[in-house]
């Protein structure tokens, strides 16, 4: 079955510090991979789309990319703002469904 | 503001009793999908529309039952209630099937 797999469960980062959050795949034949920022009790926040390995997207702090099995999501010099959590989320093949990962929970501390 | 909106925000009510949360997509969207976000679960899919008809289901128990309206707002039925069904219900929407998808506030369902 596809599934898709988010590591770290939680990163505790200080503001400036920079680190790389994973997404891990295994679907066959990707139709795109998707990161999303969700903020407590609110609804998923639609940040990028991928679609081929080497694809890069920025927005502001935040970098993500896509290799063949996994994207990562870089945060360059974080700030408090961007605590949350990031879920990413991958289609079925004809795009009957999408897989969610359980989600990075990113806390950034002043 | 992503565009779509949900109603309630907040629904508390008792077992074995049904409610119908409410969905309107963004404007000009044609897709539908609905998921379950609770503690233990992370974020489910239940169940998804493209301009009126079912086209997929996920993880949706018999209990639950949506549909899509012509003018592409939709439903869900969730019926004889049990406590494991308090969560975090999503409504999103898509220009069409595969794009990003934009996703509603929630209706948080408490049942006591």
């Known amino acids: 079955e596809d599934q898709v797999t988010q590591s770290p469960e939680a990163l505790r980062l200080q503001e400036g510090e920079s680190s790389s959050l994973n997404c891990s795949y295994t679907v066959s034949g990707l139709r795109g991979l998707f990161w999303y920022r969700q903020d407590p009790g609110k609804g998923p926040e639609f940040l990028f789309t991928l679609y081929s390995a080497g694809e890069e997207k920025e927005k502001e702090r935040l970098k993500a990319t896509l290799t063949k099995k996994e994207s990562f999501l870089h945060i360059t010099a974080p700030k408090p703002e961007d605590s949350a959590t990031y879920l990413c989320?991958?289609?079925?093949?004809?795009?009957?469904?999408?897989?969610f990962g359980s989600g990075t929970k990113l806390n950034v501390k002043p | 503001d992503s565009g779509v909106t949900q109603t309630p925000k907040h629904l508390i009510t008792a077992t074995g009793q049904r409610v119908t949360l409410r969905c309107s997509p963004r404007s000009g969207d044609l897709s539908v999908y609905w998921y379950q976000q609770s503690l233990d679960q992370g974020l489910q899919f239940l169940i998804q529309?493209?301009?009126?008809?079912?086209?997929a289901k996920g993880n949706i128990l018999e209990r639950f039952s949506a549909q899509q309206f012509p003018d592409l707002h939709s439903e869900l039925n969730l019926s004889s209630l049990e406590l494991g069904d308090s969560a975090l219900y999503f409504c999103?929407?898509?220009?069409?099937?595969?794009?990003?998808?934009?996703f509603g506030p929630g209706t948080r369902l408490t049942v006591t």
């Open positions: 999103a929407s898509s220009v069409t099937i595969g794009n990003e998808q934009y």
């Open positions: 529309y493209y301009n009126g008809e079912e086209r």
């Open positions: 989320a991958v289609p079925e093949y004809n795009f009957n469904k999408f897989y």
